[in-house]
C-alpha cells in the first residue's frame, strides 16, 4: 500500500514534526488550519474547506465521499457563522458525520481547525 502525503511540516525548536494530510488507495485524511489567519471563522473554514476538497479529489475522492469531519472553533458563539459556510460547501447528497467542538489551537489566530476523513 503506497501513501501519499500532503504537505509536512518539519518543526523547529519546539515544534512539532507533522504531515497535513494521508491518503492510501482507501482512505484519505487531513488536518489543517487557514493558510491566512487574518479572515474570521468564516473566512477562514472557507480557505480550509477548499483546500480539502482540492485534495480529496487529488486523491480520487471528493465531498460525498467525505466519512467524518471534526471541527474546533477558537470562540463555539461561532457556531451558527461555521454551520452557515459548512451547509453551503458540504455535498448534500453526501453529507458526513459531523462533530464541532471548542478548542485553543497553539497559534491565537487560528478562529477553526478542521479534520476530515474520506473514503478513496
Known amino acids: 500500500m503506497e501513501l501519499r502525503e ?3 511540516i518539519d518543526g523547529a525548536g519546539h515544534q512539532p514534526r507533522i504531515c497535513l494530510g494521508k491518503a492510501s488507495d482507501k482512505l484519505a485524511s487531513v488536518c489543517l488550519t487557514a493558510p ?3 479572515g474570521d471563522v468564516k ?3 472557507l480557505q480550509i ?3 480539502i476538497d482540492d485534495y480529496f479529489q487529488s486523491v480520487g475522492s471528493s465531498r460525498k465521499d467525505i466519512l467524518m469531519v471534526q471541527v474546533w472553533l477558537f470562540d463555539i458563539s461561532e457556531y451558527d457563522a461555521f454551520c ?3 451547509n453551503d460547501w458540504i455535498d448534500p447528497e453526501g ?3 459531523l ?3 471548542t478548542g485553543h489551537a497553539a497559534r491565537r489566530d487560528c478562529a ?3 479534520r476530515a476523513y474520506a473514503a478513496c
Do not use: C, H, T
Request: charge should be negative.
Open 6 to 8: 500532503l504537505g509536512r
Open 36 to 38: 491566512d489567519k487574518g
Open 43 to 45: 473566512d477562514q473554514s
Open 49 to 51: 474547506l477548499n483546500i
Open 84 to 86: 452557515e459556510v459548512w
Open 95 to 97: 453529507v458526513p458525520a
Open 99 to 101: 462533530s464541532v467542538v
Open 112 to 114: 477553526v481547525e478542521i
